[in-house]
């Protein structure tokens, strides 16, 4: 993590603004789930879209990097839809 926190960052992991329409909607949160507005300005957020079989339109896989003390990162995974939609009730997210 400390790669991307020196701004060595696989191409395929996108500013998540540039991946959303209209607008950022977090949906589920493995951690925390925190407005991006309230968020610290000394993390670094970033998206995959992901398709998955039976949704027409792709999800966003969002990886928010935080720099703590001590050499040591707090790491919140997130899906967000891509849409002014909710994702399936019955979807399982699992690391």
Do not use: C, Y
């Not at 500013?15 to 309230?38: E, F, G």
């Not at 949704?55 to 928010?64: C, E, N, R, S, Y």
């Not at 790491?75 to 839809?81: D, F, G, N, P």
Request: no cysteine.
């Amino acid at each position: 993590m400390r790669d991307w926190l020196d701004g060595e960052i696989p191409t395929d992991w996108q500013p998540v603004n540039q991946l959303l329409t209209p607008t950022p909607m977090p949906i589920a949160s493995v951690r925390t789930l925190t407005p991006l507005a309230s968020r610290p300005s000394a993390h670094l957020e970033r998206g995959k879209l992901v398709n998955l079989k039976g949704l027409t339109d792709p999800i966003v896989l969002v990886l928010v990097v935080k720099s703590l003390p001590n050499t040591q990162f707090e790491i919140t995974v997130e899906l967000w839809a891509t849409q002014d939609q909710w994702l399936p009730e019955t979807l399982e997210f699992q690391l």
